[in-house]
C-alpha cells in the first residue's frame, strides 16, 4: 500500500480526457510538498511530464497538465492520442517518513 | 544532449556484492544531486537513494540502508552504487536519474523532480 495512492488504471478512447490522481496526506502534499509527474514505458527511461504540481518542461505538449489541491494532485492528459499508453507515477516528499515517495503507480489504456 | 548510461547488473546469489555504474554526459555533472530508482518485476517504481551535487550527503530508503552506498566522482562524471548482502528483494531494473535543481542536498533535492534517467540495468539476485 504507497503512501501516494493512485488508481491501478484508467482508460479512455482516442481524443478524450482522461484524469489520474493522487492522494497523499499531512505530511506530504497536504502540507505543500510539491508533486511531480513520470510516464514510463517499462523497459524505457522515465519521462518528467509536470513538475512543482502545474509546470511542464520543455518539449512535453501542452496536452498533460498538472494541479493540486488539498493533500491530493491530478494529472489531466486531453486529446488522448495511442502513444500516451503508459504507466503514470506521482512523486512527492513525506516529512514524517523523511523521504521521496512514488506513487503506486497508474496504468494508461488508450482503447 | 543529456546523457546518462548506466552498466553492472548482472545475476548475483543471495548475500553476494554488486557495483553499478552511471556514466552521464551533457550536463555539470558536479551541479547536481543524483539517484538510485529501481522497478521490481510486475511493481512500480522505488526510489533507492540519492546524493547531494557534492557528494557530501547521502539519503536511503530504509530497506538497503547498511547495505547499499551510493557515490559519485565528479572528475570522472560517474555514479556508482555499491550493493552488498543482496537479497531476491533487490532484483530489479535500476535506474539513474538528475534531479532538475543545481545545488540541492538532503531534503531539498528528495523535494526536487528528475529531469533526464537512463535506460537502465538489470539486476537480478537469485541462487
Known amino acids: 500500500q504507497s503512501v501516494l495512492t493512485q488508481p491501478p488504471s484508467v482508460s479512455g478512447a482516442p481524443g478524450q480526457r482522461v484524469t489520474i490522481s493522487c492522494t497523499g496526506s499531512?505530511?506530504?502534499?497536504?502540507?505543500?510538498?510539491?508533486v511531480h509527474w513520470y510516464q514510463h514505458v517499462p523497459g524505457t527511461a522515465p519521462k518528467l511530464l509536470i513538475y512543482d504540481n502545474t509546470n511542464r518542461p520543455s518539449g512535453v505538449p501542452a496536452r498533460f497538465s498538472g494541479s493540486r489541491s488539498g493533500a491530493s494532485a491530478s494529472l489531466a492528459i486531453t486529446g488522448l492520442q495511442a502513444e500516451d499508453e503508459a504507466d503514470y507515477y506521482c512523486q512527492s516528499y513525506d516529512s514524517g517518513l523523511s523521504t521521496m515517495l512514488f506513487g503506486g503507480g497508474t496504468k494508461l489504456t488508450v482503447l | 544532449q543529456v546523457q546518462l548510461v548506466e552498466s553492472g547488473g548482472g545475476v548475483v546469489q543471495p548475500g553476494r556484492s554488486l557495483g553499478l555504474s552511471c556514466v552521464v554526459s551533457g550536463f555539470s555533472f558536479s551541479d547536481y544531486g543524483m539517484q538510485w530508482v529501481r522497478q521490481a518485476p510486475g511493481k512500480g517504481l522505488e526510489w533507492v537513494a540519492l546524493?547531494?551535487?557534492?557528494?557530501?550527503?547521502?539519503n536511503y530508503r530504509d530497506s538497503v540502508k547498511g547495505r547499499f552506498t551510493i557515490s559519485r566522482d565528479n572528475s570522472k562524471n560517474t555514479l556508482s552504487l555499491q550493493m552488498n548482502s543482496l537479497t531476491p528483494e533487490d532484483t530489479a531494473l535500476y535506474y539513474c536519474a538528475k534531479t532538475n535543481l543545481k545545488y540541492c542536498s538532503g531534503s531539498t533535492c528528495l523535494q526536487s523532480a528528475f529531469d533526464n534517467w537512463g535506460q537502465g540495468t538489470r539486476v537480478t539476485v537469485s541462487s
Open positions: 546524493i547531494s551535487f557534492d557528494g557530501r550527503k547521502e
Open positions: 499531512s505530511s506530504n502534499i497536504g502540507v505543500g510538498y510539491d
